[in-house]
């Protein structure tokens, strides 16, 4: 931390000139102030009087208190030009660009499904030619935990969830004939490792097909975060050698794939395990800020390194909410560049994200239901200024999104975008009394979480000791009480829920054994038809480079173009490194 001072501390000092010009003027908010006390006591009755201030529960909610009603008094200082301004103008709570969706609209980037590399070509095809401006690859059970199609351990699970990679020759099938200068693809990598060992077989891909690794544009997600507190699995390195290949990553990845988003902060898997919309916005930040304090360390130029960071956000059902937190994260994701950093290039200090409407909200019963849910969602995200979108199919409480569902969802976007009109003006429902109280409140709570992590060693200590595992643990526990006992209502689950509920027949996705017979078989062939030798070279290299003789990331690269496999590069990782263990923390 900069001179041993949190990140409040240093706003406060920063922030200290009162430049303010207060949008409403004294003898104004004098006279609404009596109207309102003659109206509190003569209009509003005794029992509103008394609970004039609501706590709504929500799945995954933040239990903020709401007034019965807002009004100048709610924000008597409010200062228009300070705290609001207009779009594509600092603090850019308003938006990131002047004319915002009028110019470009969010991008649409809908996940790919599961299945084999053949399928998931054919799948993402389909998903471009109905309109998706971006793709969205996600990744099967077996390649996220990092085992070969051909490990005990990926028994039962290639193919399912997502696409199974198991060498580069695989993206080039998954890739086949998309034009990959042209389309942006969002990688679901997750953790540092994984973005270390599969991302290098998309780069190598690229090189094969003779693309310039300066004309890719996409994003990795490359969070410490989901490795070690989101992530189920049987081993894991530890957070600091985790984070050190979070850095690494973004070295190579900026300096080599310069349109290439580096790191997607990934609040959103957090806030699905089991966290409030506060904290997963807090822990986001928390990395960020982590992140570039490294990058600095190792001599890299602040406006360099944050220009190609981005995050990534779950939204929930409390709709008016999840516009705030939006607009809140991204007026303090501003103030710490401005502030702590000294940012000078503006796109340094903008908080681009993808959204991700949430999963958590969805429910089996009356799955037709969730179409409703997400559209809210999806529209408060763009409400709030998303840069990129994926709506939840209403199928995935069930499963991954069938085809027909991941039509909807991005027929959901486009309906949004091109029907509702809700894309023409720019930050509709900014000025709302409502709104801009609620964005400030959100703003201060993620700051005080912030400034809690920092003050107990910052993001990796608080990870690496448990601290933000029994804060989970003890969230999940309460919001599941909630759910039990009521005050949690969802929708056809415990409230209103049907006598005789007609299912509607669902296309859940089964696994395929054909799939990992397909997989074992490519793996056996390209064991014998490698260079044996070069193989062993490049996975010696990679586990120097993981005991601190070079980036791990060029390590991976040199991999991937030797044919290594990912479990190859998994077993090299945790062979130099260790493997670590999570606190107890029930």
């Known amino acids: 931390m900069t001179e041993g001072k949190t990140t409040r501390q240093i706003l406060q000092e920063k922030e200290t000139s009162d430049n303010s010009v207060p949008l409403y003027n004294p003898a104004a908010l004098k006279k609404i102030k009596e109207d309102f006390d003659g109206w509190l006591k003569e209009t509003v009755s005794t029992a509103d009087r008394e609970n004039w201030t609501a706590t709504p529960h929500n799945i995954l909610g933040s239990e903020l208190p709401r007034e019965l009603i807002y009004s100048p008094l709610s924000n008597p200082g409010f200062d228009y030009l300070g705290r609001l301004a207009f779009s594509g103008q600092e603090p850019y709570t308003r938006g990131l660009h002047p004319n915002m969706y009028r110019g470009r609209t969010f991008t649409m980037r809908q996940l790919s499904g599961a299945g084999a590399p053949e399928y998931i070509n ?109 992530r189920g699995a049987c081993e894991y390195i530890s957070p600091k050698d985790s984070f050190r290949i979070q850095c690494d990553n973004i070295e190579f990845i900026r300096e080599r794939v310069p349109r290439w988003n580096y790191v997607t902060l990934n609040g959103y898997n957090l806030r699905e395990f089991g966290t409030s919309g506060i904290t997963e916005m807090a822990v986001g930040l928390a990395n960020g800020i982590a992140t570039i304090e490294e990058m600095l360390r190792r001599g890299h130029d602040v406006d360099f390194v944050a220009a190609r960071l981005a995050f990534f956000w779950s939204l929930g059902s409390d709709f008016f909410e999840e516009v705030a937190r939006l607009r809140a994260v991204r007026r303090l994701w501003y103030r710490i560049m401005k502030h702590r950093f000294g940012a000078k290039n503006p796109r340094s200090m903008w908080m681009r994200c993808h959204v991700q409407t949430s999963g958590g909200s969805l429910t089996r019963e009356e799955p037709m239901n969730n179409i409703v849910r997400s559209a809210y969602q999806a529209l408060a995200a763009i409400l709030g200024g998303c840069q990129s979108l994926h709506v939840d199919s209403y199928d995935e409480a069930y499963s991954v999104p069938s085809e027909e569902g991941s039509l909807v969802g991005l027929r959901t976007q486009q309906i949004i975008e091109a029907e509702s009109q809700a894309t023409q003006v720019v930050d509709p429902l900014g000025g709302s009394f409502y709104v801009e109280k609620l964005t400030n409140e959100i703003e201060e709570k993620i700051l005080n979480e912030l400034d809690e992590i920092e003050k107990r060693g910052g993001i990796v200590e608080v990870v690496a000791d448990g601290w933000l595992h029994k804060k989970v643990a003890a969230y999940i526990e309460a919001q599941q009480k909630q759910l039990d006992e009521g005050q949690i209502k969802v929708v056809g689950r415990n409230y209103h829920r049907a006598a005789d509920p007609k299912i509607p027949e669902i296309a859940v996705h089964h696994y395929d054994e054909a799939t990992g017979q397909q997989m074992r078989d490519k793996l056996a062939a390209l064991r014998q038809r490698r260079n044996k030798s070069q193989v062993i070279k490049t996975l010696e290299a990679l586990k120097q480079a993981c005991r601190g003789d070079g980036n791990v990331f060029a390590a991976c690269v040199d991999c991937a173009r030797a044919d290594v496999t990912e479990g190859e590069m998994r077993r090299a990782f945790t062979d130099a490194m260790g493997t670590w263990s999570a606190p107890g923390y029930m």
Request: hydrophobic residues 45%; negative net charge; aromatic residues 8%.
């Open 122 to 230: 054919q799948r993402l095809k389909m998903l471009l030619e109905h309109g998706a401006t971006g793709i969205n690859l996600a990744l099967d059970v077996a390649t996220v935990q990092m085992f070969d199609s051909d490990e005990p351990e990926a028994l039962g699970q290639v193919g399912t969830v997502g696409v199974p990679i198991d060498f580069t020759d695989d993206m080039a099938v998954i890739f086949k004939e998309i034009p990959i200068d042209k389309i942006s693809a969002s990688i679901v990598t997750h953790y540092p490792r994984n973005t270390a060992i599969v991302f290098p077989m998309y780069l190598v891909m690229a090189e094969r097909r003779g693309v310039p690794w300066e004309k890719l544009a996409g994003s990795v997600q490359n969070d410490f975060i989901m490795e070690n507190l989101v």
